[in-house]
Nanobody
Framework: VQLVESGGGLVQPGGSLTLSCTAS????????MKWYRQAPGMEREMVAAIGSFGDTKWYAGDVRGRFEVSRDDSKNMAHLQMNNLNPSDTAVYYC??????????WGKGTLVTVSS
């Protein structure tokens, strides 16, 4: 089982980034996909989620309207489009695959730094 995040990096305030999560080794389409982030000295928090059929989405209040979560079951991938980024979005972003039976898989994270 593997979840690999990509697409992180340094971006200026107001800029955009798209994170990707590539999954392997499990039945991807049966899992809800979630994005979490953890800023330095802070607890990990969920920022976005998409259901196993892609028909339900959830966003944390401070990213709603700026972030868009999606999935491509044909490629076993999930994406997080992040727009109008600000310094408070700086964090390590993690991909999570969650099944209703409690099975949970995590990626190792990708760092997003928003700074001028």
């Amino acid at each position: 089982v593997q979840l690999v995040e990509s697409g992180g990096g340094l971006v200026q305030p107001g800029g955009s980034l798209t994170l990707s999560c590539t999954a392997s080794g499990f039945a991807f389409k049966s899992f809800a996909m979630k994005w979490y982030r953890q800023a330095p000295g802070m607890e990990r928090e969920m920022v976005a989620a998409i259901g196993s059929f892609g028909d339900t989405k959830w966003y944390a209040g401070d990213v709603r309207g700026r972030f868009e979560v999606s999935r491509d079951d044909s490629k076993n991938m999930a994406h997080l489009q992040m727009n109008n980024l600000n310094p408070s979005d700086t964090a390590v972003y993690y991909c999570n695959a969650n099944h209703f039976d409690g099975t949970d898989y995590w990626g190792k994270g990708t760092l997003v730094t928003v700074s001028s």
